[in-house]
């Protein structure tokens, strides 16, 4: 359980979100019924449409429900409580957070029903998890199968909305939980970046502050504050009770929502608007922090700040289609833009809707450090060209034609929402006031205003939306690159440009974008020697002419694409005198060939391009957002394997100089360090399992690591390539044969090596317990991260088998720790159980050495690790001898993937390499395939105590008491 993610931690929305599947026969949308005249001010019905019970209790406690099948057998409980962090006054501060916590703890809870219900939940370790603090709301989110967990989870949302009393005590034990949450969050970059970009974006105001308090605020809140928040706000007319699901009837459902809610009495009504400042012009502002940015970059934001429409009124509709329809076209421009420049940039884009008054926009490009100017005055002059000119009539074609294919795929699928769709369609409509509008009249609305809509029209609201007032341009920088001064220059020289009618209009000819983003390459193409399908499983199997093997199989409904490349040998293969320098190899060839090519680096970073060389294979990895980029990406396997530069010394020296600081502790995750370290010792100091280090660096032969890197991606005979997505297969075909097949095969081989024939990399776990400190620089605060480890053995004729078995055992382990851990010691929030094995089935050791399992743990005391220590030991020994509780079994099987998650292309991605990774695959894909599906099906019906137990003493030593080893560290 956490703090929702802030406004600024963006999730990049992809390129394909402005495609939209299209229909070639007219159907029931092209065939709706047009409004002859818009009335702009035509007043919509506020009330949600797709629901069957909509109303308010006489207290003013708002519910919904709504009978929904999709998924099967599954009833959505939820709790939305507007009580968020923008609620809170100046000594409240982490308050809306804390008694998230504190509720879900029970803490003076007297329903039998809503204790005994979270009780159960806790055995889950579900409650937290369910359970989110957003800016201006709190949600509850609980998950039933049946109509008596559905009776039991309303009467705990019941008691979570009016029974809470907490003491002192109580109080503090949940203080040292929150404050270690918070910590844990301060380590994630993600989060760190986030909340300073929001602290920039929404300084002076309520928005700026940390979400979720800080360690301060939280020690600081008293019983007496978090009674007074909770009287306050949580309250009948400040909350809305949302059941969606697989119900038989729903009448029944309200008559328990009644029962449980309606006792409470009517709250006092609060003021939940929290404007944003004024301003006049743009917001400019400047932060620099080298840790959450790669070194020598900055990042550069625009933000476009918007009133919320609620869609009450056909204009407001009308204000969100010009909105989108703008968004569109300054995506558009910009990646046409800066994927024109001399060092190609890809630009990234996101909205943001978690406020009651505003959503917000938001447009960002990373950059050399040196070009941060350079981008900004970019994006400042590509807006002050909107407000001049507006959009091109091709811009406005496309956009209305990408309108008319959004609504016509939502009016198609109107009949087709799963429960959590309809769930967040109800949350937004009470927190926000959206309308849910009728899919008929939505659908009609959109076509008459893509008829309606005009250049003149888009021009008057570009003015408008692109004003000084709606602007924020933020930069973050590794370094002080720009300062705010060199921004107001910026600023004030587009401005005078405008001013002087300098400004031409956008023009798609003077912007030669291009999707090649290496070179224009025109490879000699190979043949496909062969081919297999393999109808059962919709695969096909390739060989080309100069020896590369590549699987693909087509899947229907994901847009994204997955590819991958092998070959055996690594750097177990190495003499231990060259270790060392080749460890570095992919970090120091990776950089060379961007720094060398400059539209290599924004190349890879486009389509997730990455090389890994490890013990026993050498590999590259690619991840596509739709097919269109798989040209792109197997032109950068044919650059990487084909370019036969030469770096000269002092180029070796830049990258080593640049390496040095990345790979300086402050920029890498302490539990990184610490899960490095555990390997390397438990390895018995193997040399291929040393962590990368800075301190290395001055005995690394950077023209040994070089050699080495070209030498592993040369020969493309001995490469196997999995591809996984949506795409045809005939021009995928012509593709392969080209960029994969024109790659040159060697005279003789390189690195030719065979799985199962490798040489075994050296990893001897130490025999005894063992505990030991890693010393940090940094080495402060009074928390520490901790790893326990144990050996693992499993054995190479059930090795598939074992790790099916293993999947499903880390989920119980973790269950199992963190209700100790968690819920009845109070010592722990975040608790990982990972696996390592080193040895697979491809060294030709008979028999295979331990690999590691292991506990990565925070704690928020580091007095309490000794503690700890014996507290997982504890609970690892009784699982092996008595076995895990038979809720803990269900649980832990919940967490294995549905069928519908397992048809994903990122699982069926996994699933394919593990099947040519698979001893079994020497009878062929088919039978490697169905085998292995086999395996994975039968493995949950198999799952009981009984074999619980024999894997644990098999896997572990028994007892495991009596071998392991603890690394930890403070922070």
Partial sequence: MEPSPEPSEHKEEEDEEWEVESYDEPDEFELLE????????????????????????????????????????????????????????????????????????????????????????????????????????????????????????????????????????????????VIDELWHDSQIVEKQHGRIFSAQLYQGTKYAEPLGGTEKNIRDLSVDIVKGFYLKWYVPNNMAVIVVGDVTETQSIIGLIRTYFERQPRGVPQHLE??????????????????????????????????????????????????????????????????????????????????????????????????TIKVLETFLMEIARLRVHGIEENELSEGCAYWLRIAGAEYRNRLDHSSEELQNNYTRHFNYRECDLCPKLQAQLIVALTKSINVEKMKSFCELQCKASNLSVIILQSKNFVTQEDMKGSLQKITDLEKEGSLAQWSDEEVEGSNNLILEMEPESGKIVERVEHSDIGAVELILSNGMQVTYQCTKDDEGVRLSGFSYGGLSELAKEDLLSCLFSCEIGQNVLCKSFER????????????????????????????????????????????????????????VDDLRERLSPRHQRLQDILVNTAKEINSGGSCIYKPLKAEDLSQVDTSKAWKYFKNCFRDPSSFRV????????????????????????????????????????????????????????????????????????????????????????????????????????????????????????????????????YFLIHIGNMNETEKVVETVVQAMT???????????????????????????????????????????????????YQTLRKFKANTPTRFNADIIKSLLKRFLPWPCSSQYSVFYLTC
């Avoid at 009978?67 to 809306?96: F, H, Q, T, Y």
């Avoid at 010009?322 to 940039?345: A, C, D, G, H, Y």
């Avoid at 530069?645 to 830049?654: K, R, W």
């Avoid at 069926?908 to 009878?923: L, N, R, T």
């Fill in 722 to 853: 999995i591809m996984i997505g949506k795409f045809d297969s005939a021009s995928v075909d012509s593709l392969l044969s080209r960029y994969l097949g024109g790659i040159p095969r060697p005279s003789m081989p390189i690195m030719e090596f065979q799985r199962g024939k490798l040489t075994p990399a050296s990893f001897h776990f130490p025999p005894a317990v063992t505990m030991r400190k890693v010393p940090m620089a940094m080495d402060s605060g009074n928390g520490a991260y901790i790893c326990i480890s144990f050996p693992l053995y499993l054995e190479r004729e059930t090795l598939d088998e074992d790790r099916c078995f293993l999947n499903i055992l880390r989920s119980l382990m973790r269950i199992k720790v963190m209700h100790i851990l968690r819920h009845q010691k109070r010592m722990v929030y975040f608790i990982e159980v990972c696996s390592f094995n080193p040895h697979d089935q491809w060294s030709s050791s008979d028999s295979m050495s331990p690999g590691m399992l």
């Fill in 274 to 371: 929290f404007p944003l400042l004024k301003q006049c012009e743009p917001r400019l502002t400047t932060h620099v922090n080298s840790e959450i940015l790669k070194w020598g970059k900055s990042q550069v934001y625009v933000s476009f700040m918007f009133e919320k429409q609620g869609g009450k009124h056909v204009n407001e509709v009308f204000i969100h289609f010009q909105q989108i329809l703008l968004q569109k076209v300054i995506v558009e421009r910009l990646k046409k833009f800066f994927l024109s420049m001399t060092n190609p940039k890809a630009i990234q884009y996101a909205r943001e809707n978690d406020s009651q008054m505003y959503s917000n926009f938001v447009v960002w490009v990373e950059c050399e450090g040196c070009e």
């Fill in 600 to 655: 290599f680096f924004t190349a890879c970073d486009k389509v997730g391009f990455n090389v890994m060389v490890d013990e026993y294979k050498r590999a590259f990895s690619a991840n596509l957002v739709d097919s269109s980029y798989i040209k792109l990406a197997l032109q950068i396997v044919y650059f990487l394997f084909t370019s036969d530069l030469e770096p000269e010394e002092e180029d070796l020296q830049a990258v």
């Fill in 878 to 928: 009784g699982l092996q001898a008595d076995g895990p509780l038979e809720h803990q079994i269900q649980t832990a099987l919940d967490s294995v993937p549905t069928k519908e998650e397992e048809e994903r292309n990122t699982l069926k991605y996994i699933f394919m390499q593990w099947v040519v990774w698979s001893m079994y695959y020497v009878g062929g894909l088919s039978h490697s």
């Fill in 34 to 177: 047009p409004i002859e005249k818009l009335d702009y001010e035509q007043e919509l019905s506020s009330a949600p449409f797709q629901v069957e019970h909509h109303g308010v209790l006489q207290n003013g406690l708002t519910y919904y429900v709504k009978k929904n099948s999709k998924p099967k057998d599954i009833i959505l409980v939820n709790l939305i409580v507007k009580a968020g962090a923008v609620c809170e006054e100046e000594n409240e501060r982490g308050v809306a957070h804390i008694i998230e916590h504190l509720v879900l703890e029970g803490y003076g809870y007297t329903n039998s029903d809503a204790t005994e219900y979270l009780k159960a939940f806790k055995h889950q370790c579900g409650a937290h998890q369910q359970a989110k603090t957003y800016w201006d709301h709190t949600s509850y989110n609980f998950s039933v199968t049946n109509t008596e967990d559905l009776r039991k989870a309303l009467a705990l949302t019941a008691a979570i909305s009016r029974e809470l009393v907490v003491t002192s005590d109580e109080l503090e034990k949940e203080k040292l939980i």
